[in-house]
């Protein structure tokens, strides 16, 4: 058998982009070399592991038969295409500037490809076209997103999916706009009650206008102190400095009395 008819080792990352057509290729050739060496009887997976590179052998080194190192193999190298969007990109493929006229029309046969045409109906023809022109028109790039992820998709179930989508995300705007509003609700009711609180809870000193404080307030006439805010006061003051410091505690009178210990003006 002439060297010629030898196909080369493969040896194609899985994730090139070239990595389908690369094993396309491959896979023909070596499916034309076994044909010809089939009276031979030749063990076709030892075959074919002989004619991988090390790096892809890792890939199907546990197979036991053939049947299984080739699926292996073609799960890894021939993804399967969106037939939505393969379609989009044959619709909007324009020509570029160093293009000839040949080169687009390889490139639009090439697009063709992935896009799954094949005989079906008039109808179903209209449903294809329907679908792919919702999708593309569609205002909603997240809707479409998640119609993309779909290999295969017919236009009801497109509808259906879009549908459920679009009052999903009205719905969740409604969540969004009512949730801030009793966030802000309760962190103005917290915010407002320590003041409340404090405003409550302080009172004015009658004399200097400041916080309420122990107020020692003094005798004009003996300057015996005398516990102001209280009304309590020392058996030492005499008997009409005492009936005069009560009197004034319940009258509150501005006179003969200076508030010590607090910023006021004596009285």
Not at 143 to 169: F, G, H, M, P
Not at 185 to 200: C, F
Not at 228 to 254: I, N
Request: aromatic share 10%; net charge neutral; glycine share 4%.
């Amino acid at each position: 058998m002439g060297r010629h008819l030898r196909p080369d080792r493969f040896d194609t990352d899985p994730n090139s982009p070239n990595g389908a057509d690369a094993w396309e290729h491959w896979y023909y050739t070596f499916t034309h070399f076994l044909g010809l060496v089939e009276e031979r009887k030749p063990d076709k997976l030892k075959t074919r592991m002989h004619f991988l590179s090390p790096t892809v052998y890792k890939f199907v080194s546990r197979c036991t038969d053939n049947d299984s190192a080739i699926t292996t193999l073609q799960s890894l190298y021939m993804q399967t295409k969106n037939e939505i969007f393969a379609r989009h990109l044959l619709a909007t493929s324009k020509q570029s500037a160093i293009e000839t006229l040949d080169q687009f029309m390889q490139k639009l046969r090439n697009l063709a490809r992935d896009c799954n045409f094949k005989a079906v109906s008039a109808k179903q023809n209209e449903e294809d076209a329907i679908r792919d022109a919702f999708i593309n028109g569609l205002l909603s790039n997240p809707i479409r997103q998640r119609l993309l992820e779909n290999k295969t998709l017919d236009v009801s179930t497109a509808y259906d999916q879009a549908k459920a989508l679009d009052l999903a995300q009205q719905q969740s705007q409604t969540f969004a706009q009512v949730t801030p509003s009793i966030c802000a609700a309760a962190a103005s009711t917290l915010d407002q009650t320590p003041e409340t609180t404090l405003a409550t809870s302080r009172t004015s000193c009658f004399f200097c206008g400041y916080d309420r404080h122990p107020c020692h307030m003094s005798c004009g006439r003996c300057n015996l102190q005398v516990m102001w805010q209280t009304g309590t006061f020392p058996e030492s003051l005499p008997g009409s400095c005492q009936l005069k410091a009560y009197r004034s505690y319940l009258a509150v009178p501005r006179l003969l009395h200076q508030c010590s210990g607090c910023p006021c003006e004596s009285y």
